[in-house]
């Protein structure tokens, strides 16, 4: 499966974006979905994936209650809402897919097929 994130941009400070991960060669609803960001100067974030182990939603500290993940089976596409952006949000941010995701601290595991990224930019 290939991914291609989109929907950044330069947004204000509390402002709002939706990124989206459009998936090709492969049905997006097989596999679990995370998303990563890396700011510059910085090592890459796990932001957000699905826990393999029960389901639930992982959210880094950062980002917890202001951003959430979704997806459409149907448009093939998986979606990440950020809401009330601050300029520490500024980053590039991309998609993944793998069979499982795995938290290990802030790092995410299994999401094997990485898309290229789209740069958010958060700055009044």
């Known amino acids: 499966v290939q991914l291609q994130a989109s929907g950044g941009g330069l947004v204000q400070p509390g402002g709002s974006l939706r990124l989206s991960c459009a998936a090709s060669?492969?049905?997006?609803?097989?596999?679990?979905i995370g998303w990563f960001r890396q700011a510059p100067g910085k090592e890459r974030e796990g932001v957000s994936c699905t826990r393999a182990s029960d389901g639930s939603t992982y959210y880094a500290d950062s980002v917890k209650g202001r951003f959430a993940m979704s997806r459409d089976n149907a448009k093939n596409t998986a979606y990440l809402q950020m809401n009330s952006l601050v300029p520490e949000d500024t980053a590039v941010y991309s998609c993944a897919a793998g069979y499982y995701c795995t938290v290990v601290g802030t790092s995410l595991y299994g999401l094997d097929y990485r898309g290229k990224g789209t740069l958010v930019t958060v700055s009044s």
């Open positions: 060669g492969g049905n997006l609803d097989h596999y679990i």
